[in-house]
C-alpha cells in the first residue's frame, strides 16, 4: 500500500467519475455534512468545543462553533512528496503537539520528520519548540506515519514508519537503532531531540516492527494503546500495542507462521505476537476510534476504523476483557478476512473518498475526514433533532405565563412560530399536518412546562414543537420558509427568488436551486459541488473561484457571469446561456459537457480546453486567446470572429465549424483535421498547420502570411483572395 495519500489522486481521476454521497449501513444513523473546502486534510483534534484540522500542505484550520475560519492559524513549510506533509496532532490540557515533515520552505524539500510542541490559547498556536527530530529519507519519500495520540496518563504517543530503511527496529541484526519503524514516546519537554543519539534509544520504543501507520488509539475504559499497520501488497493490520511490542515487520505481515514466530522470539527486548485483526488483500486501514459515546450506545464495545482504499468505517466487536475481537461470522474465526471473502458484519458505513481521520466530538457524534472530496462529515442518531441555539429565556417567561392563563394560546403560539421562521429552532423535518386536534394543547402545555423548569432538553421540547406543528395548531408558509432557510448541504432551494444574495464561501454542494432566480447573486468561493442549477436565472451572478465540480447547470441563464478560476470538472452545461460570460482560468475536464452551449462573445482567455467536446457550441465574437484546444471536438460549432490567437489547437478536429473572420493569428494547428470548415476572411497569419488536413475548407479571403504549412493535405480547397505570402509549404500537398 505504497504512497497512500498520493495515489489517492489517481485512484479518484480513475475510478471515481463523480461524487457519491458516504452511506450508513445501520438505518438509526445518518451522515451530513458538516464543513467542506478543504484542501488534503489528513487529521483533526478537539479542543473543548473547537476542532483544528491539519491539512496536508502546512494548514492548521481552526473551526469554531461549527464555522471554519477562513485564515489558517499556523502555516507551517512542509514537504508533501507522498506520504509527507502536516501528519499529526494531539494535545495535554492545553499544550498541543503537531508531528510534520518540515522543509525550511514548501519547494526545497524535507529536512526532517518532526514534533513541534505549542501552547494553545484558545485562539492561536504560539510558543513553538521542536521536540523531536526523527528521520526522513531524502531519497524514497514513503512511510513516515505521523500519527499521534494521547494516553490516560498524560503519555504522548507518536508513530514513525520504516522510510525505507532496513535494519535492527525492522527485525534485522544489523545497524544501529535510528528511530524508525517505531512507537514513540514523546519526550514533552524537548530534552531528547534525538531518541537515536540517546545512551537508551530503546527506552523511547512502545513498539517497533511497524512497516507504517495511519492511526493510534488508546481505549478509554482499559488505557491499551492500538494501532492500524499498512501492509505491502498484503495483510493490513489491527494491532493491540502494549508496552515492548514487536510488529514484526519485515519478516511478517498478518499473522506468522512457526518459522517467522521463531525468528522473532526475545528480539531485542520486544515481544511479538500476531495481529488482532488481518486483511489479506489490502484496504487501507487509517484512523481508529473506541466506541465512547451515549448516542451510540449499541456500539458501546465496539471499535471503529476508518480505510482510505474505498472510503469504508469498519465496525469491531470486543470481546470482554477489551483485547480482541468476537464474530458470529464463521469465516472470520481466524481474525482475518481472507483475499475474495466479504462480510457484511463488520461495515459500518461506506462511501466516503478516502478516510484519514474519525474522532468523536464532545457532542457525542462521529466526525469523519474524508479526503478525496476535502470534507469533514457528522454521523449522528437519524432521529436527532438539529436546535441552532439555546432557545432563548424568554420563551420560558412566556410558558409560565401561559401556564398561569396570562397570556393566551395563540400569543404563545405566536411566539413559538416567531422562533421557528427566524431560524432559532430549526426543524429537522417539516411535519405531516393532520387535522386539527384540541387534545394536543394538554399534552404539549405539560411538556412546555416541564421544559420552563429545565425538566427536558431544548431537544426533547423541540420534538414536541413538532408534535404541536402536526396537530395544525401552528400555521407556517413553507415554501416562503424553505426559500428562506439557512444555506447548509443538500438544501432545497428550487423555484426561490434569491436574486442579489450574498452566498460567498458557503459550503451548498449537492443542494436543489432549479428553476430559481439568482441575478446578481454572489457566489464568490462558494462549494457548489454537484449543486442543480438546472433551468435557473444566474445572469451576472459571481461565480469566482466557486467550486461547481458536477454541477448541473443545463439550461441555465448565465449571461455575463463571472466564472473567472471556477471549478467545472463533471459539470454539465449542456443548452446553458453563457454570452458575454467570463470564463478565463476557469478548470475544465473532458467530462465536462458543453454541447449546445451559447459562449457567443464569452472571454475563455487561458482556458485549458485539450480534449473538450465543444460539439454544436456557440462560440461567435468568443475570446479564445492563448486557450488550449488540443484534441478537442469542435463539431457543428460557430465560431464566426472568434479570437483564437495563439490558441492550441494541436490534433484538434473541426467539422461543419464556421471560423469565418476568426483571429488565429499564431494558432497552433498540427496534425489538426479541418472538414467543411469555413475560414473565410479569417487571420491565420503566422499559425502552424504542418502536417494538418484541410477538406472542403473555405480559405477566401483569409491572412495566411508566414503560415506554416510544411507537410499538410489541402483537398478541395477554396483560397481566392487568400493572402500565402511567406508561406512555407515544403512537402504540402494542394498547396498554391
Request: charged fraction near 20%; aromatic fraction near 10%; include cysteine.
Amino acid at each position: 500500500m505504497k504512497y497512500i495519500l498520493f495515489l489517492l489522486v489517481i485512484f479518484l481521476i480513475t475510478t471515481i467519475p463523480a461524487f457519491a454521497a458516504p452511506n450508513i449501513e445501520d438505518q438509526d444513523f445518518i451522515v451530513e455534512k458538516f464543513v467542506g473546502n478543504l484542501s488534503e486534510p489528513t487529521a483533526m483534534h478537539f479542543i473543548d468545543n473547537d476542532i483544528l484540522v491539519l491539512e496536508k500542505g502546512g494548514k492548521v484550520l481552526l473551526i469554531k462553533n461549527g464555522v471554519l475560519e477562513i485564515e489558517p492559524i499556523l502555516q507551517i513549510d512542509v514537504d508533501t512528496a507522498f506520504d509527507r506533509g502536516l501528519l499529526g496532532i494531539t494535545s495535554v490540557n492545553s499544550t498541543l503537539f503537531l508531528f510534520f515533515t518540515e522543509a525550511e520552505k514548501a519547494s526545497t524539500g524535507p529536512v526532517g520528520n518532526r514534533i513541534y510542541r505549542y501552547d494553545w490559547n484558545g485562539q492561536e498556536l504560539q510558543n513553538g519548540l521542536l521536540i523531536h527530530d526523527l528521520p526522513v529519507n531524502y531519497t524514497l519519500p514513503e512511510h513516515n506515519g505521523g500519527n499521534m495520540v494521547t494516553g490516560l496518563d498524560g503519555t504522548v504517543y507518536a508513530v514513525l514508519g520504516d522510510a525505507s530503511h532496513e535494519g535492527i527496529l525492522q527485525n534485522f541484526n544489523k545497524g544501529n537503532f535510528d528511530d524508525t519503524s517505531v512507537i514513540l514516546y514523546v519526550d514533552q519537554t524537548g530534552s531528547t531531540l534525538k531518541p537515536r543519539l540517546s545512551e537508551n534509544p530503546q527506552n523511547f520504543y512502545h513498539a517497533i516492527g511497524i512497516r507504517n501507520s495511519f492511526g493510534l488509539a488508546i481505549d478509554s475504559k482499559t488505557g491499551y494503546l492500538w494501532d492500524t499497520e499498512n501492509g505491502p501488497e498484503y495483510f493490513d493490520e489491527i494491532n493491540l500495542v502494549e508496552p515492548k511490542f514487536n510488529s514484526g515487520w519485515k519478516k511478517v505481515m498478518g499473522p506468522a507462521n512457526q518459522e517467522q514466530r521463531k525468528s522473532l522470539e526475545d528480539y531485542q527486548g520486544f515481544v511479538y505476537s500476531d495481529p488482532e485483526f488481518s486483511w489479506e488483500t489490502t484496504v487501507g486501514p487509517t484512523a481508529l476510534t473506541f466506541v465512547d459515546s451515549e448516542l451510540f450506545g449499541k456500539y458501546e464495545d465496539y471499535l471503529l476504523v476508518g480505510e482510505f482504499h474505498t472510503g469504508k468505517i469498519y465496525k469491531f466487536k470486543l470481546n470482554s476483557e477489551r483485547n480482541g475481537f468476537v464474530f458470529e461470522d464463521p469465516q472470520l474465526a481466524d481474525q482475518v478476512l481472507n483475499r475474495d471473502e466479504e462480510s457484511d458484519e463488520i461495515i459500518f458505513a461506506t462511501g466516503f473518498l478516502g478516510i484519514t481521520d474519525i474522532v468523536f466530538g464532545p457532542d457525542d457524534f462521529l466526525y469523519v475526514i474524508s479526503y478525496g472530496d476535502g470534507t469533514i462529515y457528522r454521523i449522528i442518531p437519524s432521529d436527532s433533532f438539529e436546535i441552532e441555539n439555546v432557545i432563548p429565556g424568554w420563551l420560558k417567561k412566556n410558558v409560565s405565563w401561559w401556564n398561569n392563563y396570562q397570556i393566551g394560546d395563540n400569543t404563545f403560539f405566536q411566539s413559538i412560530k416567531y422562533l421557528i421562521e427566524n431560524y432559532v429552532i430549526i426543524l429537522s423535518k417539516i411535519p405531516v399536518v393532520e387535522n386539527e386536534s384540541e387534545s394536543t394543547i394538554p399534552l404539549f402545555k405539560k411538556n412546555a412546562t416541564s421544559w420552563g423548569k429545565n425538566q427536558i432538553s431544548d431537544k426533547e421540547f423541540g420534538a414536541s414543537i413538532e408534535f404541536l406543528i402536526s396537530g395544525s395548531l401552528i400555521e407556517l408558509d413553507w415554501d416562503e420558509m424553505r426559500c428562506n432557510s439557512p444555506l447548509k448541504q443538500d438544501v432545497d432551494l428550487s423555484d426561490c427568488d434569491l436574486s442579489g444574495k450574498d452566498f460567498s464561501r458557503m459550503d451548498i454542494s449537492l443542494a436543489k436551486i432549479k428553476n430559481s432566480y439568482l441575478n446578481g447573486s454572489n457566489f464568490f468561493e462558494t462549494d457548489l459541488r454537484n449543486t442543480d442549477f438546472s433551468n435557473s436565472n444566474l445572469v451576472n451572478t459571481n461565480l469566482e473561484k466557486a467550486n461547481l465540480r458536477g454541477a448541473n447547470l443545463t439550461n441555465a441563464d448565465l449571461g455575463g457571469a463571472y466564472l473567472f478560476g471556477a471549478n467545472l470538472i463533471n459539470a454539465d452545461i449542456s443548452n446553458a446561456n453563457l454570452v458575454e460570460a467570463n470564463l478565463t482560468e476557469v478548470i475544465i475536464s473532458p467530462t465536462t459537457i458543453f454541447s449546445g452551449a451559447n459562449l457567443m462573445r464569452a472571454d475563455l482567455n487561458g482556458v485549458d480546453l485539450s480534449k473538450i467536446n465543444l460539439k454544436q457550441i456557440n462560440l461567435i465574437g468568443a475570446i479564445l486567446t492563448n486557450v488550449n484546444l488540443k484534441l478537442a471536438s469542435l463539431h457543428n460549432g460557430n465560431l464566426t470572429g472568434a479570437n483564437l490567437m495563439g490558441a492550441d489547437l494541436r490534433g484538434s478536429i473541426l467539422q461543419n465549424v464556421d471560423l469565418s473572420g476568426a483571429n488565429l493569428m499564431g494558432a497552433d494547428l498540427r496534425g489538426s483535421i479541418l472538414q467543411n470548415v469555413d475560414l473565410s476572411g479569417a487571420n491565420l497569419m503566422g499559425a502552424d498547420l504542418r502536417g494538418s488536413i484541410l477538406q472542403n475548407v473555405d480559405l477566401s479571403g483569409a491572412n495566411l502570411q508566414g503560415a506554416d504549412m510544411s507537410g499538410a493535405f489541402l483537398d478541395e480547397v477554396k483560397i481566392r483572395h487568400a493572402n500565402f505570402e511567406d508561406v512555407i509549404t515544403v512537402g504540402c500537398y494542394g498547396c498554391p
